[in-house]
């Protein structure tokens, strides 16, 4: 695996880490932790899924679509 998707993975997980310790001194969040932890991690996942999607695509990119001839 690529050490830039290793690098990306990790730096969204401390980020999510970073959301989670944040949101334990929020008072808004107190009120309903369970819901707030998981907003936060999926939150997390679905930004690492976009980025992951578009760092992928980019490794590969289409630069002109090769048509079959037709016989």
């Known amino acids: 695996m690529s050490t830039a998707i290793i690098t990306g993975t990790l730096v969204y997980g401390a980020l999510g880490v970073v959301a ?4 334990r001194f929020s008072k808004a969040a107190m009120s309903d ?3 707030t932890t998981l907003l936060i991690w999926l939150t997390v996942a679905c ?16 630069i002109q679509p090769i048509v079959a001839a037709e016989e």
Do not use: D, R
């Open 20 to 23: 989670q310790v944040c949101s």
């Open 33 to 35: 932790k369970g819901l």
């Open 47 to 62: 930004c690492w899924l976009m980025w992951v999607i578009t760092y992928m695509m980019q490794l590969n990119p289409l």
